[in-house]
């Protein structure tokens, strides 16, 4: 298991701030028109926002990415996306 990020202190390389925390986030996989929201845990700093994602969580993204592409993972509609435009 890699746990290697956990262990030390990080220091995030957008702002240098060490406010780095494990935190939910919902990863963002574009198809299309299509925005699929997958749910991961993952090392967010919490002054910008940058997000670092560990060997298995890149590998679980690229599964999840492969499948959706296969049609192998029933997606779930939970919203709509909507263009919003003033003037033009
Ligand atoms: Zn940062």
Redesign the pocket.
């Known amino acids: 298991m890699d746990r290697f990020q956990e262990a030390e202190i990080m220091r995030?390389?957008?702002?240098?701030?060490d406010?780095?925390q494990k935190k939910k986030v919902h990863e963002e996989i574009y198809l299309d028109n299509d925005i699929i929201l997958v749910p991961v845990e993952t090392l967010v700093?919490?002054?910008?926002?940058?997000r670092y994602y560990d060997r298995r969580t890149m590998k679980y993204l690229e599964e999840i990415e492969k499948r959706i592409k296969s049609n192998e993972i029933a997606l779930e509609p939970v919203g709509q996306v909507k263009i919003a435009t003033i003037g033009g």
Do not use: D, F
């Open positions: 995030c390389v957008v702002c240098n701030s406010n780095i700093c919490l002054s910008c926002g940058e």
